[in-house]
């Protein structure tokens, strides 16, 4: 069974910074690309999730949504089975829940057939 667990988030003020990890388990993490997605305060849980990044398997194609670019870097180490989010000059609209998922590794959230429960990201002004 693969199983995802998310850890990392928490409460910064802005501009400040985070580091969330995905620890992956229950097949060959290196052969899926990953994702991070994350949903805002208000949106029905489950759904509207907004794409954030994602890394393919090897870890040399990375994606990027346009809000992101430049303050977020995605990486991995198939070693440890663990995909990373970095999260620099981070901003109040950076408020939401993140989830990783593995699966296509690109934004669109249907390539992904396992998600984690997700990691509170709060961004204080």
């Known amino acids: 069974q693969v199983q995802l667990v998310e850890s990392g988030g928490g409460l910064v003020q802005a501009g400040g910074s985070l580091r969330l990890s995905c620890a992956a388990s229950g097949r060959t993490f290196s052969s899926y690309g990953m994702g991070w997605f994350r949903q805002a305060p208000g949106k029905e849980p489950g759904k509207e999730r907004d794409?954030?990044?994602?890394?393919?398997?090897?870890?040399?194609?990375?994606e990027y949504a346009d809000s992101v670019k430049g303050r977020f870097v995605i990486s991995r180490d198939n070693a440890k089975n663990t995909v990373f989010l970095q999260m620099n000059s981070l901003k109040p609209e950076d408020t939401a829940v993140y989830y990783c998922a593995s699966g296509g590794g690109d934004s669109n959230s249907n390539g992904y057939d396992y998600w984690g429960q997700g990691t509170q990201v709060t961004v204080s002004s």
């Open positions: 794409f954030v990044a994602g890394i393919n398997g090897r870890g040399s194609i990375r």
